[in-house]
């Protein structure tokens, strides 16, 4: 998943990144209000990690962006206010979450995979889509009852076309979502049509074809 993780005390943001890049999610970080009002505003996250008093302004009115842009991005907002009056105010201005600091970074983790579940899944822990199965806690995929062995990245490939499916997907969208702030680096997309030729190939040998190419646009999960 992809995560953006707003906080201005350095150390406690580089824990957090340390600590969910372990569990395999793409981070990508920012250190005061203005990065993040733009990183949010321009790219689409899974998660945003939200502290509300940055140096520079305050997390809440980047969260009134969000829902006003109706952005999709669950967001845990994680402060030092530990008020009720500042959890209402949070959570009525549409967080998913109020987690007060300090906290564990386990439980951090715990309250991400829930918002993720209520959010892309419905509550629940497995997705299926006609013979795909694919557990997202244990990270493993089941085609026609059959595991299929994914890397990591094919693993977030086929979850981000499943929860984006019959979208059209640039090469852009999808290396930015994989890779996240890293991307700007790539000299090309070689490396998006190895993953993707990889798992179009890993589906179709188990009978699931279904990722398409939309030549001169990217790539579609669609079963139409």
């Not at 140096?55 to 206010?81: F, M, Q, R, V, Y």
């Given at each position: ?43 689409a996250?899974?998660i ?15 969260l ?29 201005l ?25 959010g ?31 890397t ?73």
């Amino acid at each position: 998943m992809k995560i953006l993780i707003v906080e201005d005390e350095i150390e406690l943001q580089q824990s957090i990144v340390t600590y969910l890049q372990k569990d395999g999610h793409i981070c990508e970080t920012a250190s005061n209000f203005s990065e993040g009002s733009y990183k949010s505003d321009l790219y689409a996250y899974d998660i945003i990690l939200l502290d509300i008093n940055l140096l520079d302004g305050s997390g809440l009115d980047i969260l009134k962006t969000l829902k006003e842009e109706h952005k999709h991005s669950g967001i845990i907002i994680i402060s030092a206010n530990s008020s009720l009056e500042d959890k209402l105010k949070g959570l009525d201005l549409g967080a998913d979450d109020y987690l007060t600091k300090p906290f564990h970074l386990a439980e951090l983790n715990s309250r991400i995979r829930a918002v993720l579940r209520r959010g892309h899944y419905e509550g629940n822990d497995i997705i299926n889509f006609n013979e795909i199965s694919i557990n997202t806690t244990s990270r493993t995929v089941v085609v026609n009852e059959v595991d299929i062995v994914l890397t990591r990245k094919e693993f977030d490939l086929l979850l981000f076309f499943i929860t984006n499916k019959n979208r059209v997907l640039s090469k852009e969208i999808i290396a930015e979502h994989l890779w996240g702030d890293h991307s700007d680096l790539l000299d090309n997309f070689d490396f998006i049509y190895v993953h993707i030729n990889n798992l179009r190939k890993k589906l179709t040998n188990k009978g699931a074809k279904y990722i398409q190419t939309t030549y001169g646009s990217g790539y579609k999960f669609t079963d139409t």
